[in-house]
């Protein structure tokens, strides 16, 4: 159980595109989900939160236009990397919990976005 | 602030040879202390949820203990195949519920 799907698990684009990110709890709701970043041996970084039927909460430094989140359903959210740059290239991981009193995240594989 | 501090950065270990990972951490009403195995490439890997202190939960060739102040990753006898980074996080109060990660212990284990 607890198993979370990303896709596409890689991703070219140019630069000044748009590009979409999908993140799917498969076997159970995910009231919350989170997306984060991850550098290259790096650990990670928290983007933002985002609740089903809410507006995502972006961590600080972290551009909300830039950095689209919809969470439409308790099994789908999605991020949407708008008017891409070389440096947004990274590795971008989500994750998502179960439950109101449940800390565990369980992540999904992960997308390597580049940015030419 | 919640910290969490993981040591060391890197571990090289001959298969066979048994070590630990350390985990310190500084929060304010822990809600549990988290491990995860990431591989290169991939996201993390859920490994075991740690409560209170004295607790201690194994997985094959892992044991995860935990005191008021650290945790510790104990591989017994690894092999190649435990090769990975090991990261750790902490849960501490707060409606969002979020972890807060340390840097990870890059963990190789030679044939």
């Known amino acids: 159980g607890a198993v979370v799907s990303q896709h596409p698990s890689r991703v070219i684009c140019k630069s000044g595109t748009s590009v979409k990110i999908e993140c799917r709890s498969l076997?159970?709701?995910?009231?919350?989900m989170f997306w984060y970043r991850q550098f290259p041996k790096k650990s990670l970084m928290l983007m933002a939160t985002?609740?089903?039927?809410?507006?995502?909460?972006?961590e600080q430094g972290v551009e909300k236009d830039k950095f689209l989140i919809n969470h439409a359903s308790l099994t789908l959210s999605t991020l949407t990397v708008t008017s891409a740059h070389p440096e947004d290239s990274s590795f971008y991981i989500c994750?998502?919990?179960?439950?109101?009193?449940?800390?565990?995240?369980?992540f999904g594989p992960g997308t390597r976005l580049t940015v030419t | 602030e919640d910290q969490v501090t993981q040591s060391p950065e890197a571990l090289r270990l001959q298969e066979g040879e048994s070590s630990s990972l350390n985990c310190s951490y500084t929060?304010?009403?822990?809600?549990?202390l988290f491990w995860y195995r990431q591989d290169p490439g991939k996201g993390p890997e859920f490994l075991f949820t740690?409560?209170?202190a004295g607790e201690e939960k194994e997985k094959e060739r892992l044991k995860a203990t935990l005191t008021k102040k650290e945790s510790f990753l104990h591989i017994t006898a690894p092999k190649p195949e435990d090769s990975a980074t090991y990261l750790c996080?902490?849960?501490?109060?707060?409606?969002?519920?979020?972890?807060?990660f340390g840097s990870g212990t890059q963990l190789t284990v030679l044939p």
């Open positions: 994750s998502a919990r179960d439950g109101a009193g449940i800390y565990e995240q369980y």
């Open positions: 076997d159970f709701q995910a009231t919350t």
């Open positions: 985002s609740n089903e039927g809410s507006k995502a909460t972006y």
């Open positions: 929060v304010s009403g822990l809600r549990g």
């Open positions: 740690l409560y209170s």
């Open positions: 996080a902490v849960g501490a109060g707060g409606s969002a519920r979020q972890l807060t």
